[in-house]
């Protein structure tokens, strides 16, 4: 082996090149082999992160390559130094040296313009960096040099990356991963894979950037051999993606990790913080987003650093005082002289500590970011604008501007497959539909504006049918899950511990989940609601829209081609009267009286106000806050007289009602029994007696894929099970079944949605609200995927009455009448029943 090829060895195999650097150093070498020696040791040491054990060999190599004198051999081992001093922190020293390796010689190497452009780029200048890379890369083809070549071409896709020139990033990465063979080192065709889903994450194509960084990391684990720079650029996406919990913990296992370099560690406690301040822990955002401030100085990554520092920013924000006024116009100015895509936040975050004047310039410059970026980059500048708008006074300019924000959204929740990351994508835009609805709610257009943005940014994950993971029937974790699943139920029957069992099932949901989220998203065009054709469709109906406005009710009331406004209590009260409601409502379920008192007027005065007086005789729709969804609306003395059923927006309510009713076919009714229940299901075998041509799916054979099975474009199912509500993690809901629980990953897999849908299982109608007026659970995904119209409780219920009430349900709906009428009919047989209270009709 050359000595040469021990320093590129260092790269390849730190292992195999510390040995043979110790070997040379060991045998009296010349002084030019004690110089390729000691510089190889160097580069191990610095990409183990030891970097005063790789200065003080480089130091050495230095001085021996200067007393021999060859100036070729100087430059090279310079440039390795000077690399090293940026990476431990002593930038300017740092940039001398690779200066002086640079420019003291007629011809550099390609090496040395390799490792200066690289150093350039740590700094943050990216311009010279991005000249210095690319007269590398031409040298290296030049030179016939593939290995290096490849190298180089990667690197340079990474600056592009930093530019923000993601075509030629992309173009340059796929170039050097053509360019690796299989006898080169396994890892670097991997970095330049995982430098593909960084530009991914970059496009806004966060599914394509999940699925990416999950192969790489498998391959990561198959070779035994960990990237922690991993870890960030998957932090980054999950954050982007509205996972901001995922994130968090994956950059806390990497921050677990024992050998972890300056740079990574200083990264993954900037991604950290980030997500920390997503999910609203802003003391601890702050303490990482010091401690990656004052990593990134240490390095002379100012452009890094000041990324930390805006983090830190928006830990502190609402904070007072004269020194984070400063801080945020100081850190917005730095990001945005680089033009960075956390700019427009930025400026905006500043322009909120600032006086009129200095807040104007902020916005305006803020707004530049509207175009010619990410969808997610284009909000934000979107967002500045309309907030510029407000502080003129300009309404009509506040709306246009939050339609425009809300457009880029629409983008970029689009290019997502996963139900789950379309409704947390919604959250992005949670500060421009509260901009627009205050000013819609204060604005000219009166209450028909206001319900027209309130349905602009609700419910819109459930407009788009679910993606599902390729064409298999089952996926393997979904299987395994389930399977799980059935041995804890029998394991926590039998008394016997579960720890490991818990332990497996988290793994296996976040395998699923996984696999959901790395799905991209088909083309598809938002719809928006036309308020005048919601009018016309309403008719002689009644439709009850409540808008959250600062966090005060508005209810909307359309009638006979009227829409009208009432401003009734907050939402901070109404939620704890449901919550009061839910347990009242469980101690009766449990056998304890059912006594609500004056709960449900309490409840109707917060929620409708002066609206109740509005409501007409007859059946009423009604549209809650994703918030308010959960609340016992049968309670409502308006409400409790009449038929009713809820619907997460007036347009789902419009595409449900556009459904069209299969015709009567031999098995198109599944009766469905889950084990375990109280009464066995009791309900089921009456039903069945009424229902001989039913498909009956009980006891042993009420498996997850008979019931799939069954369901699968069937005119009606009922379905008896004990019902499991996930607030954590809403998709893995879940009705027990015979073999394990059936979740909302199973439901979605489904061709044709079942037309309508009776879930007599606890709280099977509870839906977890997430993103901006988003709701996810059992129901949500039904809806997705095209059924018409549920019956599901949104509370505990007893079983043995639930058994009774839905053989009286069914005899309504076999005599024709729609969920919400005939759940009326129920309750008007049996008036204050807590079980019928509980039960609630969605949709049609």
């Known amino acids: 082996m050359s000595d040469v090829d021990l320093v590129d060895l260092a790269l390849d195999d730190p292992d195999a090149a510390e040995r043979g650097a110790r070997a ?85 190497t390609a090496r040395t313009r390799l490792r200066r452009s690289m150093a350039l780029l740590w700094v943050g200048r990216r311009a010279e960096s991005h000249d210095e890379m690319l007269r590398a890369a031409r040298a290296f083809a030049e030179q016939g040099d593939r290995l290096w070549h490849a190298r180089t071409l990667h690197h340079l896709g990474l600056v592009e990356l930093a530019l923000g020139d993601l075509d030629a990033a992309a173009e340059h990465t796929r170039h050097a991963i053509a360019l690796f063979t299989p006898d080169d080192d396994p890892l670097e065709p991997l970095w ?29 684990l198959r070779l035994g051999r960990p990237r922690p720079h991993l870890a960030v650029t998957r932090c980054r996406a999950l954050r982007a993606a509205g996972l901001p919990r995922e994130a968090l913990e994956v950059a806390r296992e990497a921050l677990a990790g024992t050998t972890v370099h300056p740079m990574d560690r200083a990264a993954l406690e900037l991604v950290a913080a980030s997500a920390l301040v ?31 520092r805006l983090v830190l920013v ?17 850190v917005a100015a730095l990001l945005h002289a680089e033009r960075i895509d956390d700019a427009p936040l930025a400026l905006a975050l500043a322009a909120e500590r600032s006086a009129s004047s200095e807040r104007s310039a902020l916005l305006a410059a803020a707004a530049t970011y509207r175009s010619g970026r990410p969808a997610l980059v284009r909000a934000s500048g979107w967002w500045a604008t309309a907030l510029a708008r407000d502080d003129d006074g300009d309404s009509g300019g506040v709306l246009r501007a939050c339609a425009r924000g809300l457009d880029a959204l629409d983008e970029h929740r689009t290019t997502l497959g996963s139900t789950e990351l379309r409704a947390l994508a919604t959250g992005h835009g949670s500060e421009l539909a509260a901009l627009a609805l205050r000013h819609a709610a204060a604005g000219a257009g009166g209450p028909r504006a206001l319900l027209r943005w309130s349905e602009r940014w609700r419910a819109t ?36 511990p579960t720890d490991q069992l818990d332990q497996e099932r988290r793994r296996l949901e976040r395998a699923v989940r996984a696999e959901h989220h790395r799905q991209s998203g088909a083309v598809a065009v938002a719809e928006h609601l036309d308020v005048d054709h919601l009018v016309t469709e309403v008719g002689d109906g009644c439709l009850v829209e409540l808008v959250d406005v600062d966090g005060v009710v508005h209810v909307i009331v359309v009638h006979r081609g009227r829409v009208r406004r009432a401003v009734a209590g907050t939402t901070a009260d109404a939620l704890a009267l449901t919550g009061s409601a839910a347990f009242v409502l469980r101690r009766a379920a449990r056998g304890r009286p059912f006594a609500p008192g004056d709960l449900g007027q309490r409840l109707q005065d917060t929620i409708l106000g002066p609206a ?29 007289g009449r038929p009713f059923a809820v619907v997460p927006s007036a347009a789902q309510w419009l595409r449900a009602r556009a459904v069209p009713v299969p015709a009567a076919r031999p098995g198109d009714v599944v009766l469905l029994a889950g084990p375990g229940l109280g009464t066995g299901g009791a309900e089921v075998p009456v039903l069945a007696q009424r229902r001989p041509d039913a498909v009956l799916l009980d006891g042993a054979d009420a498996t997850v894929a008979a019931s799939m099975t069954a369901l699968d474009g069937a005119r009606l199912a009922h379905v008896a099970a004990h019902g499991r509500f996930r607030a954590d993690s809403p998709l893995f809901s879940a009705l027990e079944l015979a073999d394990g629980p059936l979740t909302v990953h199973d439901l979605e897999r489904l061709r044709v949605a079942p037309h309508r849908v009776v879930l007599s299982a606890c709280e099977s109608g509870v839906l977890a609200p997430v993103g901006a007026e988003e709701l ?29 009430l839905m053989v009286d349900l069914h005899a309504h709906l076999d005599a024709g009448l729609d969920p919400g009428a005939a759940l009326h009919a129920v309750r008007a047989a049996a008036p204050g029943d807590p079980t019928a209270t509980a039960f609630v009709a969605l949709g049609v």
């Open 24 to 108: 040379v150093l060991g045998s009296s070498p010349s002084p030019e082999r004690r110089v390729r020696a000691l510089q190889a040791l160097g580069i191990v040491h610095r990409d183990r992160g030891s970097p005063d054990l790789a200065l003080g060999d480089l130091r050495g190599a230095v001085l021996t390559a200067t007393a021999i004198g060859d100036a070729a051999l100087i430059s090279d081992v310079r440039a390795t130094y000077g690399l090293t001093l940026v990476e431990a922190g002593q930038r300017r020293r740092g940039l001398h040296e690779l200066d002086r390796a640079t420019f003291d010689v007629e011809h550099p």
């Open 192 to 220: 330049a894979e995982q430098n593909l889903g960084e530009i991914a994450v970059a496009n806004g194509d966060l599914a394509r950037a999940l699925a990416i960084f999950d192969g790489v990391a498998a391959e990561y």
């Open 278 to 308: 997503q999910v609203e822990e802003r003391p601890e955002a702050a303490v990482l987003a010091r401690a990656a401030r004052d990593g990134y100085r240490r390095l002379g990554n100012t452009w890094a650093e000041a990324q930390a």
């Open 314 to 330: 928006r830990a502190r924000r609402g904070e007072r005082g004269v020194r984070w006024d400063r801080e945020a116009r100081e």
């Open 461 to 496: 994950a459930l407009a788009q049918p679910p993606v599902t993971p390729g064409d298999e029937p089952v996926l393997p974790s979904l299987a395994a899950l389930r399977d799980n699943g059935r041995r804890l139920a029998e394991a926590r029957a039998g008394g016997e």
């Open 612 to 640: 109740a007086r509005l409501l007409p005789e007859g059946p009423v729709t009604v549209a809650p806050t994703s918030r308010l969804h959960g609340v016992p609306w049968a309670l409502l003395p308006a409400l409790a």
């Open 776 to 804: 996810l659970g059992l129901a949500s995904a039904l809806f997705a995927l095209g059924t018409a119209g549920l019956v599901c409780s949104v509370a505990e219920v007893d079983d043995a009455a639930t058994a009774a």
